[in-house]
């Protein structure tokens, strides 16, 4: 009983959720996504190498919804990852330190990032003449 | 039974490898290189969406177009290495599957570095 009382050591499940360790954990996670964008894009690459049959079937599949589906989720992974990464570089030369400022520049990256991969998808359709 | 091991032969695998600098400035600098090279790539891309092979392979084919994507595929992969290594240290603790998954790692690394570089190259020089 008495143990239950004393403070507990930090631990993740203790600390009120901020869009500081939101933005933190999901730089470690769009840099996998990327891994696997890294992995599409060298396909792609041989693809376009390989000759125009295997290129058409190579972009039948990314034109497909569930292809479509995981390059807009690779364009937002590829801009949060260059927001918060921008933000890690001026947290290296001491920037950004001040909480209410840390606060908004996260915040910032996900702004950023929802606004451009928006920005890109809808130039993208509008050179393809969809939109 | 004496021991014959050299003081470093104990010490080797124990501890830091000095080399951690390194890794972290080396993941910054290709960092900073990557900001203008993603660019290139978005703009590139969303340019020619929806084009066809012979239209791609003519873009490719440019030289400006063959180096900057040479390097965007070398350095995007070298700062892809060098992350998912640190994901590898802090989440696998296995120390063999930790080694493992760093031959892994460097090995794929290294191949579709390999692959992406071939492909451009056998473009901008193919016929």
Partial sequence: MAQADRPLSPHLQVYRWGAHMAVSIMHRATGSALAVGAVLLTWWLVALATGHEYFATVQGYAGTWIGRLVLFGITFALMQHLASGVRHLLMDMGRLYDLKVNALSARMTFIFSILATIAVWYAAYKVMGVL | ?127
């Fill in chain 2, 1 to 127: 039974m004496a021991d014959m091991k050299t003081p470093l032969a104990k010490v080797r695998g124990l501890g830091s490898a000095k080399d951690g600098t390194h890794h972290w400035l080396s993941h910054r600098v290709t960092a900073i290189a990557n900001i203008p090279l993603v660019v290139f790539f978005i703009v590139s891309f969303v340019g020619n969406a929806g084009k066809g092979h012979a239209e791609w392979v003519a873009w490719l084919k440019q030289p400006i177009v063959s180096v900057l994507m040479i390097l965007f595929v070398a350095n995007m992969v070298y700062h892809m290495r060098l992350g998912l290594q640190v994901l590898i240290e802090d989440y696998v603790h296995d120390h063999g599957t930790k080694f493992a998954s760093m031959i892994a790692l460097t090995f794929v690394s290294v191949l579709i570095a390999a692959l992406s570089i071939f492909s451009i190259l056998r473009i901008a020089f193919g016929g």
